[in-house]
């Protein structure tokens, strides 16, 4: 399983940035995936989440009416993205993809090494 995230980088207050996760080694299609970041000395937290059909999508209060994640469920492409705008000094962290697959009666979780994202002048 590999979940390799990009398109971080450093962005000014109020500007945009689009995170990628290019998933392989798993079913994609049939996996809910999501976005978690990470910041020093604090705990991995929830940003967003999407169903596996793309139909459901769920945010954090912190992000929700900024932040949008979508999914690529098309043959030979397995991409999630999270679209950022208004970024703030307070989303400088590292985002993490997460892809959980469930398989008859057990549910994995799948981790990419994430990217960093520095808000700031």
């Known amino acids: 399983v590999q979940l390799v995230e990009s398109g971080g980088g450093l962005a000014q207050p109020g500007g945009s940035l689009r995170l990628s996760c290019a998933a392989s080694g798993f079913t994609f299609s049939s996996a809910d995936m999501s976005w978690a970041r990470q910041g020093p000395g604090k705990e991995r937290e929830f940003v967003a989440a999407?169903?596996?059909?793309?139909?459901?999508?769920?945010?954090a209060d912190s992000v929700k009416d900024r932040f949008t994640i979508s999914r690529d469920n098309a043959k030979n492409t397995a991409n999630l993205h999270l679209q950022m705008n208004s970024l703030k000094p307070e989303d400088t962290d590292v985002y993490y993809c997460?892809?959980?697959?469930?398989?008859?009666?057990?549910?994995?979780?799948?981790w990419g090494q994430g990217t960093q994202v520095t808000v700031g002048t």
């Open positions: 999407i169903s596996w059909s793309g139909r459901e999508e769920y945010y």
């Open positions: 997460k892809a959980t697959e469930t398989l008859g009666r057990k549910t994995y979780d799948y």
